[in-house]
Each structure stands twice: as C-alpha cells, then as structure tokens.
C-alpha cells in the first residue's frame, strides 16, 4: 500500500488561507468518502482534524475545512494563527479494511 | 471521559519481540474498533493494523503481516500489539487509536516509544 502523496511543506502569514492536497488513487482516496486529517505539534499524539472527508469533530475550529475531487482530497485552514503550525496528516480507507495515511505536510506559519 | 491509555517505553534488541498494552477507560470497549499506527523519528504515520474489540477479529498491513499480532483482553478493556523480529528499523512511536465509525478516529494514546538497538 503506497502513501497519499502531500507536500512537504506549506507556509502562509497570519489571517490568510492555505490548502494542504492529499493525492491517493481510485482504490482509496477516491474510492471512499473515509478521508481524515490529522494535526500533530512535535512530541504529541495525533489530533483528528476532520473525518469523512468533510465532517468537523465537536471541539475543532470552523477554521478547519476538508474538501475532495476525484483521487485529492484537501485541508483548507481559513485565518491561519500561529497556533495552527504543525504537520498534517491525511489518511484514507484503502479497502478490505486496511487504511493508508499520507506522507505529512509541515505548515510554518509566517 | 474516553481515555487510551499506553504502556511505557521499552529497549528491545534486534530479533527480539515487544508487546505494548492499550489501556481503554470511560466507553464500552468491545463497542469499538482499536487501530495501532506507529511512527519512525521524523517519518510519517504507518498503520499497522486493527482488532475489533467485540468480536477479536483483525486486519493487518501487509508490511506487517508476517510480524504483528494484535488481540484484546475484554476483561481489561485493554487491546495489545505484538511485534516480533525486531529490527533497527521499528525503532518508533507506536499509537493506538479508537475508530468510532468511518473515518472517525477520535480518541489516541499518548504513545509508547520502542526502541532496537544492540
């Protein structure tokens, strides 16, 4: 099982907007509506971000989006704070019970 | 409150086996799935595998497959990942995680470093 391909890095100033792109294949990413992403700040447990492609978990900020089309998925984080740096993560079913995450995007915010 | 709770870090030898515990409070444990992912110093996640917490049944990454074995003890609330033949290379974090339903992943532990090395 391959990894989603991300960038590796995304960057943007306060108050703006980035997109983070999740690339899998028709056997998972677009296959599925089981997209996640996932924020985690160095030395901690992943935090989930969104889940099913574009639910919002109780807790997480309407800053967060998630979108998909076709075999991409993407993040969009809207009014970027400084708190927002962090790698993210996406993951997706794969079939037969099996998920794939991606190769993470480190967000610096400017 | 839904808490995971994971055993402390551990230095194994190459070859070697390690057996990490996942200690599940404040749900219904064999209502849920348990998903480990582990994570090499600075290298993305990885899933391992997962364990129907009700039933026991499991699926495996087939990176892992001939090496992991995951089970559950219902009686503890508490999900196990065993990883046998140890190399360099599985030095890692390893996570477990509560999926919900879909995609949901709600809840992970705290992690539990596994170090190889001679």
């Known amino acids: 099982q391959s990894a989603l391909t991300q960038p590796a890095s995304v960057s943007g100033s306060p108050g703006q907007s980035i997109t983070i792109s999740c690339s899998g294949t028709?056997?998972?990413?677009?296959?599925?509506?089981?997209v996640s992403w996932y924020q985690q700040h160095p030395g901690k447990a992943p935090k989930l971000m969104i889940y099913d492609v574009s639910k919002r978990p109780s807790g997480v900020s309407n800053r967060f989006s998630g979108s998909k089309s076709d075999n991409t998925a993407s993040l969009t984080i809207s009014g970027l704070q400084a708190e927002d740096e962090a790698d993210y993560y996406c993951s997706s079913y794969a079939g037969s019970s099996t998920w794939v995450f991606g190769g993470g995007t480190k967000l610096t915010v400017l | 409150q839904v808490q995971l709770v994971q055993s402390g870090a551990e230095v194994k030898k190459p070859g070697a086996s390690v057996k990490v515990s996942c200690k599940a409070s404040g749900y219904t444990f064999s209502s849920y799935n348990v998903h480990w992912v582990r994570q090499a110093p600075g290298q993305r996640l990885e899933w391992m595998g997962r364990?129907?917490?009700?039933?026991?049944?499991?699926k495996y990454s087939q990176k892992f497959q001939d090496r992991v074995t995951i089970t559950r003890d219902t009686s503890a609330s508490t999900a196990y990942m065993d990883l046998s033949s140890l190399r360099s290379e599985d030095t890692a974090v390893y996570y477990c995680a509560r999926q919900v339903a879909g995609s949901l992943f709600d809840y992970w532990g705290q992690g539990t470093l596994v170090t190889v090395s001679p």
């Open positions: 028709s056997t998972d990413v677009g296959g599925y509506n089981y």
């Open positions: 364990i129907n917490a009700g039933n026991g049944n499991t």
